[in-house]
């Protein structure tokens, strides 16, 4: 398969099996976001592993986009450890970029281990931040489930809609 072909394959899965993600699998999936670029080679991010009844449980007490999955990695990132381009008045810190590099190396990572997963951002941050037990100094970014899609489960017809290359590429 071409990488072209990995990104197409990758969607949002909205229906998990009981189906357990494996340890071997998941331990890719972790290398693979830990050998994503960062700002500065700062690397602020930080990734909670949550599997069990019980993080499952706490984890439905803050999103309703769990989708029964088994395992959920929470990715957030230390506001201590990220860069900041302090060289424009108005100042760009890079937190929320690296996890969101790392976390797509990850779900693609998944995908060609053919792990189905989710990004999810609809969730409550204060209280998952709450019950993750995280310090003040940590920022939440979002919320990946991990597994293998239910049989019926089908990607979301916006899966294949994408706006064509000229409504966004512009050559100068
Ligand atoms: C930043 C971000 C936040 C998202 N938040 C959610 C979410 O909270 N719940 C959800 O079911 N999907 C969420 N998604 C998935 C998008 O809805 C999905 O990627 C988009 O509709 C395209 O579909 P596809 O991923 O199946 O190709 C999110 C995706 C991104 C990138």
């Known amino acids: 398969m071409t990488f072209l072909e990995l990104c197409k394959k990758r969607y949002s899965c909205r229906k998990y099996s009981d189906k357990l993600l494996e340890k071997e699998k998941l331990d890719q999936i972790l290398a693979a976001a830990q050998a994503a670029p960062s700002a500065h080679n700062q690397q602020p991010w930080k990734i909670?592993?949550?599997q069990g009844k019980e993080w499952m449980e706490k984890i439905d007490g803050?999103?309703?986009?769990?989708?029964?999955?088994?395992t959920v990695l929470a990715f957030a990132y230390s506001k201590d450890e990220e860069w900041v381009n302090n060289r424009e008045e108005i100042l760009y810190p890079s937190g929320q970029i690296d996890?969101?590099?790392?976390?797509?190396?990850?779900?693609?990572?998944?995908?060609?281990?053919?792990?189905?997963?989710?990004w999810v951002m609809d969730f409550d941050f204060e209280g998952c931040k709450k019950v993750l037990g995280l310090p003040e100094n940590e920022q939440m970014v979002l919320l990946m489930p991990l597994g293998?899609?239910?049989?019926?489960?089908?990607?979301?017809?916006?899966?294949?809609?994408?706006?064509?290359?000229?409504?966004?590429?512009s050559y100068l």
């Open 48 to 50: 909670y592993v949550l």
């Open 62 to 70: 803050v999103t309703h986009c769990r989708y029964g999955a088994g």
């Open 99 to 118: 996890v969101s590099i790392m976390a797509t190396q990850a779900i693609l990572q998944a995908a060609e281990l053919d792990v189905d997963s989710t």
């Open 148 to 169: 293998y899609a239910a049989e019926d489960c089908q990607p979301a017809p916006v899966h294949v809609v994408r706006k064509p290359l000229d409504a966004f590429v």
